[in-house]
């Protein structure tokens, strides 16, 4: 698709270099040449240096072959005149970033097909973010109270581990609510689901819904129950507690990655993993002790030391041997719990990648 894009300032920058970034023939207008040789310079885009309401200049840029052109200055006034000249030369999608309210009917005039109000998407997202904190995003679907939005299923949550089919007949459940997409579990990618798709606590899934249902939504999703644990995981919890990259951990997290542990015993002269094994497992030694051998030599780990984490998130072979010296108990984690917690705590992928610094780590 070919777009040409009027306005280079933040907003205009950050559109083009979605657009590229999506594989679309893009040109970028601005009458500031700073701009435009910033925005060559660092997305290699064609850039324009005149003002997108000069036919001439929009002449060049080839404004009658474009598919859509998008007015993104930061006057109303610039883009009521770019959106004008859009349509005269023909071009079929004409897109406006509104600043003020009182160009709505302006814009429709001059042949705008698409208007985004700058001020309705800011107030709405504080609005959201006020009323819902349950909500990681919610986006408006035409003109009436129907939204579409995203929100974390907790780990007692009364709808965890049941079918889509199973939560749409709950008595609670809102009859005008649709389920559109589901996070699978250890990655940010999303399914479809169908009738028999489970709802696990702790993914994100996406929902269509009309605005009054989103309290009894929510609290069909979101009411949770503490969480028992069982001994075992009791003393897990308490062993995730002593390492380092886990502190600041929200207590709800580390009840989700001391569920899905579990607690090994292991006798000396044990080989926990070889070098060139495939294994996704991170291990904290809570007893015991274990020596880890590669290419830059042993490395004898005592407790609370955690090793195997960049195998564990890469997926990649093992660099080194891990062999049990001393009888040893030990917490195992799994790579997709790990990913799980990463995703929702993006300050914890800092502590973890200063833990991999650490050249005792064993991988």
């Known amino acids: ?23 679309h023939e893009t040109i ?16 290699g885009v064609v850039a324009l240096h005149g003002s997108a309401t000069d036919i001439t200049v929009l002449e060049q840029a080839g404004l009658k072959r474009a598919d859509a052109a998008v ?17 005269y030369l023909g071009v079929p999608r004409v897109l406006a970033r509104m600043l003020s309210p009182q160009y709505e009917v302006p814009y429709r005039l001059v042949g705008a097909t698409k208007v985004h109000s700058e001020a ?14 349950q909500i990681g995003a919610l986006m408006q679907i035409g003109k009436g109270d129907l939204v579409a939005f995203e929100v974390r299923i907790p780990v007692g949550s009364p709808i ?21 997409g589901v996070e699978a579990r250890g990655s940010s990618e999303v399914n479809v689901p169908q009738g028999d798709t489970a ?18 939504l929510l609290k069909c999703f979101t009411a949770t129950e503490e969480r028992k644990l069982s001994a075992e995981q009791e003393e897990i919890l308490q062993v995730l507690g002593l390492v380092g990259f886990l502190s600041g951990m929200a207590k709800e997290d580390l009840v989700d990655l001391a569920a899905g542990a579990r607690l ?17 497992r991170l291990f904290i030694l809570r007893k015991g002790a274990v020596e880890t051998e590669g290419r830059g030599g042993r490395v004898a780990l005592k ?15 093992r660099s080194r041997t891990a062999t049990v010296t001393e009888d040893a108990e030990l917490v195992a984690l799994t790579s997709g719990a790990i990913r799980t917690v990463l995703i929702r705590n993006p300050f914890l992928s800092l502590e973890l990648a200063k833990a991999l610094a650490d050249p005792a780590a064993g991988t």
């Open 199 to 216: 709802i696990e606590g702790g993914v994100t899934v996406i929902m269509a819904a009309h605005r009054p249902d989103l309290p009894q």
């Open 71 to 87: 007015a993104m200055t930061g006057r109303d006034e610039a883009n009521l005149a770019f959106c004008l000249l859009a349509r």
């Open 120 to 133: 309705d998407i800011l107030v709405n997202s504080f609005l959201t973010s006020i009323e819902y904190p």
């Open 264 to 280: 090994e015993r292991r006798r000396k002269g044990e080989v926990l993993y070889r070098q060139g094994q495939t294994d996704d």
């Open 303 to 317: 407790p609370p030391a955690h090793f195997g984490e960049m195998a564990a998130l890469t997926g990649e072979p």
């Open 160 to 180: 965890a581990g049941q079918k889509v089919a199973e939560i749409v007949r709950r008595a609670d459940f809102p009859r005008q609510c649709v389920f559109i």
């Open 1 to 23: 698709m070919y777009v040409v894009v009027a306005g280079g300032g933040h907003m205009g920058t950050h559109l083009v270099s979605r657009l590229v970034a999506e594989g």
């Open 28 to 43: 970028l207008i601005d009458p500031d040449k700073n701009v435009t040789e910033r925005v060559f310079n660092e997305l």
